[in-house]
């Protein structure tokens, strides 16, 4: 998920061979297989497992106490809640180790230690709970403000940070500002020149969609995100959109799930083509630039909000070109720097000049020259005594917990070469070489009991929704859990996506809901009517082609492939055969349907039909019904362009291998320069190790996201041999 900063954990690593990796995840990812030691503990069991490291820690004498004393409150409830969590108790609450609790606790004490954690954390009913549990370790042993040593949260999104310092989310103002605090209100409203701002918190996304569902928020004005994919229960989500009377959707892709509720559709500019700052995770502010002119009618998300409000204030009879007086992004900084006078983020120092020189971090007050690199030195921090609160919490288990009905734990996350909800990067069919469709990955023993094999369709379900999704044996997962990638929606598979499974339930604190854990249960469908449809052309459209065909089956995949040029791969299945009028639709949406271009192949009586179009002597499309072997070998041909008359007497033929000189180049590997599995097989059989495939094939040496797959790959094959 942070391929370039992994890449600096590996340079550390390689630098002082005795620094110590651990990794906390229920699943063994490419990261875990790289550390020193893995807790694979059971899903929502991180409070338990700090608190049993602190238990160490104290009956080992391995905190600061003189850090403690000088530098902390809340020491003394918190010590005897962690004397309750022994690692042997903990240990079957986590499933994992003793001893290997005992380890960690011991690694992490020694410091410098540092902490990097994602939205395993986050996305939880007790999230604050795991977060602040967590840096209790690093303030009970003094590891914060040092070099190498501090809690450091991994944000889902670029800019998070920034959003955060401008007051965007809903209970928050301006520069860290508190909405249930007057004095901070009071300054807002100063700053501003009005009476006041309001004093009640709005809502967050959960609770703003509840209400809109229930009649209680009559319209929404969604910008930036794609709620219709990325919110848990879609369901209701959806249901919500639908119920709400005038939806806005400010974004710069009109395929998004969000966009197909909207009632006005506000075209916005991309980051590259607006003007700005962004925030890093290390508080690094730095300008951004256009690089090309938004199209037609797109705008900066800035320029829309403040045209609205001085129409507005028009109809309200308010002054709003006095409220929102900005010319350019400019404009809009130095009202932000104002703001942060006197906080902790403090950036009166800091213009766009200096920006425009190079980046800076906060706080950079008025007369100083450079920013802060870093924060806690002299143990002084953001609460009114100016010392570090320990969090007091006991451990509570997921909201959802597995029962003989659901008896799988699911698990949500990312995937190495896509991003969020896909609505850039599905467009991008080279980001689909390394995972080209919707899988479920499931330990392999799980799938053995109940007689699954890779590939088959299995309905996953859970409390609020269900859908059909191909299953796929994994080593990194225990029995019992299954992971599906957070990326999937409605766009690209029947059924609303993944989140149609995931629950609402969320942190009373924080508001994040529980993405990361629901129960579920597997089943395996017989769906015996199946169908690939494959069409060479721009992949935008043919996507978008697709879109209205998905809902009429009960399983359905839309996904790309190629890498020079774009193929849509859509793949169908059903109980029964289609209606005629359905199949003629299909084929002359995606121009299968002209004789003059066409193979034909039809045996009606085993349910058989397939054809191939060839234009100009090229495969530029198919469909197969009934029998699709040939589907992997023929989207290949039809990604490259391959000349019809060589394998004319294949092309509808029942057969899973290509014909002759016709093979798949394989999975793609390393996306960045086209390096397939079997050439890096082949390399690797000839004794080479990551040295030699790097100078070799050149895998591995972009952006370094393969790096881990490319060991685990000479491991496995080694073992082979």
Known sequence: AHP?????????????????????????????????????????????????????????ELIDRDYIAAHTEGWAQLRETVREYTPEKVATICGVLAADIVQAAR???????LSLYCQGLNQSTCGVDKNATLINLHLATGNIGKPGAAPLSLTGQPNAMGGREVGGMAHLLSAHRDMNNPEHR???????????????????????????????????WIACTNPAQSLPNQKRVQEALQTAEFVVVQDAFIDSETVQFADLLLPAA?????????????????????????????????????????????????????LFPYTCPEDVFNEHRESTRGRDLDITGLSYAMLDASPQQWPLPQGATTGQARLYEDGVFQTPSGRAQFHNATYCQVSEPTDARFPFYLNTGRLRD???????????????????????????????????????????KSRRGSFVIKAQASEELRSSQVFIPMHWGGRFMAGMGVNALTLDAFDPVSKQPELKHAAVQVEKVSLPYRRTIMRRGDGATLLRLAQPFIAHFDFASATLTGRDSSVLVFETASEGPLAESLVQEMDVAFGLD??????????????????????????TGARLSGETAARDWLKSLIADGAPAMEVRNWLLAPVELPPDGQAGRGRVVCNCLNVAEPDIVAVIAGGADLAALQSTLQCGTECGSCVPELKRMIATNRVAV
């Open 4 to 60: 370039i900063l992994f890449r600096r954990i590996e340079a550390a690593r390689k630098a002082n061979p005795n620094q110590k990796l651990i990794v906390v995840d229920p699943r063994r990812t490419d990261t875990a297989v790289e550390a020193d030691l893995h807790l694979a503990i059971l899903p929502g069991t991180d409070v338990a497992l700090y608190h049993a490291m602190l238990n160490v820690m104290l009956w080992e």
């Open 107 to 113: 690694w992490f004490a020694t410091g410098p230690t």
């Open 186 to 220: 009071a300054e807002v409203a100063r700053l501003w020149e009005v009476d006041s701002v309001p004093e009640q918190p709005g809502k967050t996304a959960i609770e703003l969609f509840e209400a809109v569902r229930k009649g209680e928020i009559k319209a929404l």
């Open 270 to 322: 991309t980051w590259g083509e607006s003007d700005g700052t962004v925030t890093n995770s290390e508080r690094r502010i730095s300008r951004i630039r256009a690089a090309v002119p938004p199209p037609g009618e797109a705008r900066p998300d800035y320029r829309s909000v403040v045209e609205f409000a001085i129409k507005l204030g028009e109809q309200l009879g308010r002054d709003g070109k006095r």
């Open 418 to 460: 896509q991003w969020h909800g896909m609505s850039r990067t599905g467009l991008v069919s080279r980001l689909y070489a390394h995972v080209e469709e919707p899988l479920l990955s499931m330990n392999g023993k799980d799938m053995e009991r109940r007689k699954l094999r890779g590939g088959d369709l299995v309905r996953v």
């Open 594 to 619: 002209d004789p003059l271009l066409t193979m034909n192949y039809q045996d009606a009586r085993r349910g058989i039909w397939k054809k191939a179009r060839v234009e100009d002597g090229v495969i």
